[in-house]
């Protein structure tokens, strides 16, 4: 990796463009308050028209609190926390502090790993056949018969589930800590911005008249949306690649159970670094605007080491992520060795 930053630094990717950073979130800003005082005086069967549009640029902005909560948007530790807070707690009612624990930490650290990677167990559903044998009758039938078919209809709570889990986190942090560090000022801010949401998005509507039906109907309908927006961008990067219960080599664990998204700059624009899943979990803090030009360094690189680099178009990755979802339950985990193989333990046993 040290050879990798080397040619990286020597080709002025490693700077954050702060500038860049700001202008697009306030250029999301401007468009996503124009979508919502259009939906206000629109009537309703051409606001439900309009509502995916909305969602699709409402889910670009809440990616770019993904770039602030990983220190990759701006060059000061202020900028970022600034971004963070704006675009997560307060615009996406999302818990930043949460965010950070479940998906730098946990995720980043150990991507497609069974047991530890959060975003590979998510009750009912299972990602590979060790989940599946240790699952109860029901949620086996569910499993083997109903995931795949399920998976997207039910991507449309991902979006409040993640709220919910968020709040969670943060009435829970607290009494999970001493009393020194009970209430920090990173909690108090993620707290009251998150309240500050809640506030904004349906009390004020409501006293200005609106109907509270309308408001709610409005909130839950759009954050649904967001929510299936967010699961296929996260699915296409990861779902179908390896599932790993063993390794001894993270920096090939983190290309080779991503993939790349091949895009053109439009739909980059909406993914906001995540079409560059690679380069982004080796490279969490390189910011997005930067991720194009490293890609062919990190590819070359990943060809040096003998990793496996996968690029699929969007559709055709998403295509195998569902296909993937409907076979998890009968897919085993794998093993990275120590000479670098990908090695499958069932077979193992049933060889010996």
């Known amino acids: 990796m040290v050879e990798l930053k080397r040619r990286l630094k020597k080709h002025d990717l490693l700077e954050r463009p702060t500038a860049k950073s700001w202008f697009k979130v306030g250029i999301l800003f401007a468009i996503v308050f124009s979508l919502y005082t259009a939906h206000i005086y629109l009537p309703l069967k051409f606001g ?33 926390l600034s971004m963070a807070a704006i675009v997560f707690p307060l615009f996406a009612g999302l818990s930043m502090e949460y965010w950070r624990e479940k998906h730098n930490v946990k995720h980043h ?58 709040i969670k986190y943060l009435v829970a942090k607290p009494f999970s800590n001493s009393n020194k560090k009970r209430f920090s ?25 609106l109907p509270w039906q309308v408001v709610v109907g409005f909130y839950v309908l759009l954050w649904g949306l967001v929510g299936t927006c967010l699961t296929a961008i996260f699915i296409v990067g990861h779902a179908g690649r390896p599932i790993v219960s063993e390794y001894d080599q993270n920096w090939r664990l983190q290309i080779e159970t991503a993939r790349r998204i091949k895009f053109g700059p439009i739909g980059s624009f909406f993914f906001v670094g995540l079409d560059y899943q690679i380069e982004h979990h080796l490279l969490p803090n390189l910011s997005h605007f930067n991720l194009p030009k490293a890609a062919p360094l990190v590819k070359e690189y990943a060809e040096e080491q003998g990793w496996k680099y996968q ?23 794998l093993v990275i060795n120590a000479a670098g193989e990908l090695e499958d333990p069932l077979l193992e046993v049933q060889t010996s």
């Open 48 to 80: 439900l028209i309009l509502i995916p549009i909305t969602a699709l640029f409402s889910t670009t902005l809440a990616m770019t609190g993904h770039e602030g909560v990983h220190s990759s948007a701006c060059k000061s530790k202020a900028g970022n």
């Open 109 to 166: 650290g150990n991507p497609n790993v069974v047991h530890v990677d959060p975003d590979i167990h998510s009750w009912p559903f299972t990602f590979s056949q060790e989940e599946y044998i240790t699952s109860g009758k029901v949620r086996r039938f569910f499993q083997r018969h109903l995931q795949g078919w399920t998976f997207w209809p039910i991507s449309l709570l991902v979006g409040h589930l993640m709220r919910f889990d968020g």
């Open 185 to 209: 000022k990173i909690w108090m801010l993620d707290t009251s911005l998150l309240i500050v949401h809640f506030f904004l998005w349906l009390a004020v509507p409501i006293f200005f008249g």
């Open 311 to 333: 690029e699929l178009g969007f559709f055709r990755a998403l295509w195998e992520a569902t296909i993937s979802l409907h076979r998890a339950w009968k897919t085993p985990s």
